[in-house]
Each structure stands twice: as structure tokens, then as C-alpha cells.
T-cell receptor, first 113, second 115 residues
Framework: GQQLNQSPQSMFIQEGEDVSMNCTSS?????WLWYKQDPGEGPVLLIA?????ELTSNGRLTAQFGITRKDSFLNISASIPSDVGIYFC?????????????FGTGTRLQVFP | SAVISQKPSRDICQRGTSLTIQCQVD?????MFWYRQQPGQSLTLIAT?????????ESGFVIDKFPISRPNLTFSTLTVSNMSPEDSSIYLC????????????FGPGTRLTVL
């Protein structure tokens, strides 16, 4: 099935560093979501974006909905060990919850003390 | 966020058998979806579970292989039929329209290994 291009594929950083990852698509999305998945768990929603250009924060996390509607970015500031996991972007071609999600390929984050 | 449970949480099955996975949410929801996550991969939508009608399958997934039921607004099942080792994956349900929210929440997943 269709997937979004997400980069980087993996990151190895030291505690306290900032992290940036992004997601791009060849087609337009009306909603962008960012999830985190821990081993053995389902994805947990971090941030939802509904409007082009929107910048939204959730604690140390900040995400942006690209102006072109074809990309999104997630930043994590001052990383801590519990940030370890796999981060997925997801896009919805239509608005709101009634539409399927198309997932990115994931970014695996490792944080070293 | 939504409280979603899946049963079983994991299972090891023999080739040729079938397994039914249950998904239960703690409040009525508009939409329920089933996703597959193959080892080390991202999530791919299998189908949308429709209450009172047949599920809507994505390209590459068929009803004979993945029959789905949704008898009410809080419960759905996914059956993986005539399993082969290639079906070894994590199967996740998600819900949309939970208590008026605009996004999808995921269950903990069912880890399936087929020998």
C-alpha cells in the first residue's frame, strides 16, 4: 500500500539533544498526525494537525503542517531516555476520523545517557 | 484517550489454522479499522469495519482471508484464515470518533506468529 517517506530512518543521539524528523508525500493530505510506538505496544497519538501552516506543541514536542500540505515536521527538544521508540507520521487524505490513515516508514530513535 | 483492548495479546499458531482477534472499546465509536504491521515495518490498513454491513477492504486484502465482523459500535473481530508464516505480524485495531474527538486511537495490538 501507499506509504509516506519519512526521514531519517533512525537516529542515535545523546540525552539533552534536540531531534528533528520529517515526512513527505507526493499527494496532498488534509490531516497530519504523529504517533509514537514503544516495543510491544500500539501507536500512541502525540500531535494532530488539521490546517496547512499550523504549528502545534505538546510539551517538548512541536509539529508543523507544511504549507504545501505535502509534508510535516516533528521536533523534540531536550531529549530524555523515555523518548526512545519509533515515531510514525500519518496522513489522512480527507478530514477527520472517518478516513483511513496512511503511515510513514517510521523513525527509530535511540537516546544515550 | 480511548481505552481499547485486544484479545489475544499474542499467539503462536500452526500453518493452515485460523485465529480470531477481538477489539473492544470502552465507548461507542463511529469508525473501527484493522491494520497490519509486519516485522520491522510500518502500519498498513487492512479494512474498515462497518457496523451493520460488510467491511471495506484495501487493495491486496480480501474478505476470504481476513473476514471482519462489527456487531455493534464498541466491538469488532478480525479473523486471519488459513494462516501461513507470511501472516506473522502485529494486528492492530483503531477507532475514530471516540467521544467526539477528531482522530484515531489504537489498541495495544495482537502479536501473531505462524509456524
Amino acid at each position: 500500500g501507499q506509504q509516506l517517506n519519512q526521514s531519517p530512518q533512525s537516529m542515535f543521539i545523546q540525552e539533552g539533544e534536540d531531534v528533528s524528523m520529517n515526512c513527505t508525500s507526493s499527494s496532498i493530505f488534509n490531516t497530519w498526525l504523529w504517533y509514537k510506538q514503544d516495543p510491544g505496544e500500539g501507536p500512541v497519538l502525540l500531535i494532530a494537525l488539521y490546517k496547512a501552516g499550523e504549528l502545534t506543541s505538546n510539551g517538548r514536542l512541536t509539529a508543523q503542517f507544511g504549507i504545501t500540505r505535502k509534508d510535516s515536521f516533528l521536533n523534540i527538544s531536550a531529549s530524555i531516555p523515555s523518548d526512545v521508540g519509533i515515531y510514525f507520521c500519518a496522513g489522512q487524505p480527507k478530514l477527520y476520523y472517518t478516513d483511513k490513515l496512511i503511515f510513514g516508514t517510521g523513525t527509530r530513535l535511540q537516546v544515550f545517557p | 484517550s480511548a481505552v481499547i483492548s485486544q484479545k489475544p495479546s499474542r499467539d503462536i499458531c500452526q500453518r493452515g489454522t485460523s485465529l480470531t482477534i477481538q477489539c473492544q472499546v470502552d465507548s461507542q465509536v463511529t469508525m473501527m479499522f484493522w491494520y497490519r504491521q509486519q516485522p520491522g515495518q510500518s502500519l498498513t490498513l487492512i479494512a474498515t469495519a462497518n457496523q451493520g454491513s460488510e467491511a471495506t477492504y484495501e487493495s491486496g486484502f480480501v474478505i476470504d482471508k481476513f473476514p471482519i465482523s462489527r456487531p455493534n459500535l464498541t466491538f469488532s473481530t478480525l479473523t486471519v484464515s488459513n494462516m501461513s508464516p507470511e501472516d506473522s505480524s502485529i494486528y492492530l485495531c483503531s477507532v475514530g470518533g471516540y467521544r467526539g474527538t477528531d482522530t484515531q486511537y489504537f489498541g495495544p495490538g495482537t502479536r501473531l506468529t505462524v509456524l
